[in-house]
Structures are given as C-alpha cells and as structure tokens.
C-alpha cells in the first residue's frame, strides 16, 4: 500500500522546482522528513534552502555510499562520483589493512571503506581543522583522524606500512572556480575545490610523497576528472608508480589507481 503523501508536500516541490531544484520532489520529502512535525523549524530549513544553501548543508547530512555522514557550512560535501575511489580502495583491502584517507573532507571515502571492508587502520587527514572535526565525527572510534597538510601529520609507524591511500584532492582549476555550481564556489571552501593552475597541483605533491608511506604493492587511489586523469597518471608513472586509470559510467566517476612495485 502506498504510503499517504504529506499535504504540503506538492506545495513545497513547487516552491523549489520555481527555484531550480531537479529533484524538487525528492528534496521536499526530504525537508519535511528534517522538519519532524514542526511547522516552525521547517520553515526556517525551507528558506535556508530556497536562499541557495546546499540542501546537505540544510539537513545536515549527505547521502554517501549507502550511509548518512555529517556535514556542515563550508566544508566539502562528498560526491557520488567518488564511490569510484571506494569500490577500486575497497577492492585492495581486507579487514585491520593500514589505510589513509587523505583530504578526508567530512570523511565520508573513510565511512564508506569501514563499511565495505570492516575493522581497518585508518588515519584520514585533512588540512582544514573544521572538516576534520567533523570527520572525526562521522569516523568516531573507528579511525584516527588528524589536521595538518597531506602526508605531514600521519603517525610515524606508517611510513612505508600504508596498504592504500585513498584520496579526494582539489582538482579544480583556479580560473575554473568562478564557473562552477553556485552551491560550491559560494558554500564551500576555497581550500577544498582549488587545485592550482591545471588543477592538479596536489596530484604532483602526493605522487611525489606517497611512496615513502605505501608498503611495496600498497596504491594509491586518487580522484580526477576524466580531462585530467591522463596528465595525472602521468605524473605517478613519473614518480615509479605502475598505473591505471578507471572510470565508472555508473557514477561519473573518475580515479588514478597507482601501485607501489613491490
């Protein structure tokens, strides 16, 4: 039997789909869902909402891989295009491996392994100490996490010891910011898009730093567009990584995966 549709709800897909919405329907479930009853707070998450704040950004929470993972104002909100980082991580793990999430952002590739792979050592890392606390959040008792830039706060006893680093850098091209969804350049952090002048700036670092901290056959799974992704395997090949790229129609989702030789 199909479940009686909230009488505001048409009401309020047609406020959103006035204001651009997509998925107009989908977000007024949604809203209401967060409302709980409450006239009042639902108003105020509606004009939050319609005043252009990221609809994760309203709720509170993203949907990613399966599992709903904190978020909050100007940090990073995960993509589904990056499970293609998850399935290729998930695939060289089993339980109680050594992995960092690196740029973690909110920590949702971290959630997303724990959930595929079980029990892991995980460090996630990321250089914006608000995205780390709310990693450390989602995260809880299951990992570590820590603030600093890139590999410069992971623990000692992990260097040469990582069996992946799984990663979701900033590849966005400086001069391409400006073009991007309103919902990004206005509400996230620079710090979490900006990939310098091709965008792929931090591509270079971590090739260049990864292999002190894989274990030999240990990769490295890393997010691109699909525009970028032969310059930055390139770049791995160029550091002595072995390397593939992989994209997933399913999820338009691009990633270099660059293995350590053994």
Known sequence: ?????????????????????????????????????DPVRLRTLVQRRLAGEP???????????????????????????????VEQAARRLQRYDRVVDLCCGVGAISVALLGRVGALDLVAADVDPDAADVAAENIGDRGIVVTGDLFAP?????????????????????????????????????VALDGGPDGL???????????????????????????????????????????EVVHDDAVDGTCVVAVRPS
């Open 201 to 243: 700036d931090l591509h270079r670092r971590i090739a260049a730093g990864a292999g002190e901290w894989l274990r030999p056959g240990g990769a490295v799974v890393i997010e691109v567009s699909e525009e970028q992704a032969a310059t930055s395997a390139a770049a791995f090949a160029a550091a002595g990584f072995a390397v």
């Open 1 to 37: 039997m199909t479940a009686p549709v909230h009488p505001a709800r048409n009401a309020l897909a047609a406020r959103l789909r006035a204001a651009g919405s997509v998925f107009a329907e989908d977000e007024a479930d949604l809203l209401l869902e967060a409302g709980d009853g």
């Open 154 to 190: 992971l623990p000692d006893r992990f260097r040469g010891a990582v069996d992946v680093v799984a990663v979701n850098a900033p590849y966005v091209p400086t001069a391409e910011i400006a073009l991007m969804p309103v919902e990004a350049r206005e509400h996230e952090r620079t």
């Open 55 to 85: 609809l994760e950004v309203v709720l509170g929470w993203a949907a990613f891989d399966g599992h709903r993972v904190r978020v909050a104002a100007g940090v990073f909100v995960p993509r589904t295009r990056t499970t293609v980082v």
